[in-house]
Nanobody, 124 residues
Framework: QGQLVESGGDSVQAGGSLRLSCVAS????????MAWFRQAPGKEREKVAS???????NYAQFVKGRFTISRDNAKKTLDLQMDNLEPEDTAMYYC??????????????????WGQGTQVTVSS
């Protein structure tokens, strides 16, 4: 069984920055698509950014230009650099792993692995 453990969540003021990290115990980490999702209270979980096995990235429109996703296959880590944070970014942030054949295209119910989440709170 794989395990994902997130860290880095905190409370910051609008305009600030945070860096989230996820450490994966997935065997061959390099063969998984990885992503960050978020879920705010009363809202559905949504994909923030993803990175596939050849380092191609994809971002939700609402974070383009502000967030950067990256992975280190040797260290089995996934990071999310978040700059110019807005109060609307307040949410629980989750690390996720999926098989390349899907790579998060089949909905959240079919994602292979989830972390437990790390809370990000942005105040105005």
């Amino acid at each position: 069984q794989g395990q994902l453990v997130e860290s880095g969540g905190d409370s910051v003021q609008a305009g600030g920055s945070l860096r989230l990290s996820c450490v994966a115990s997935l065997g061959d980490f390099s063969t998984y698509c990885m992503a960050w999702f978020r879920q705010a209270p009363g809202k559905e979980r949504e994909k923030v950014a993803s990175i596939n096995t050849v380092q191609s990235t994809n971002y939700a429109q609402f974070v383009k230009g502000r967030f950067t996703i990256s992975r280190d296959n040797a260290k089995k880590t996934l990071d999310l650099q978040m700059d110019n944070l807005e109060p609307e970014d307040t949410a629980m942030y989750y690390c996720a792993a999926d098989v390349p054949a899907r790579c998060f295209t089949s909905g959240i119910k079919h994602v292979n692995y989830w972390g437990q989440g790390t809370q990000v709170t942005v105040s105005s």
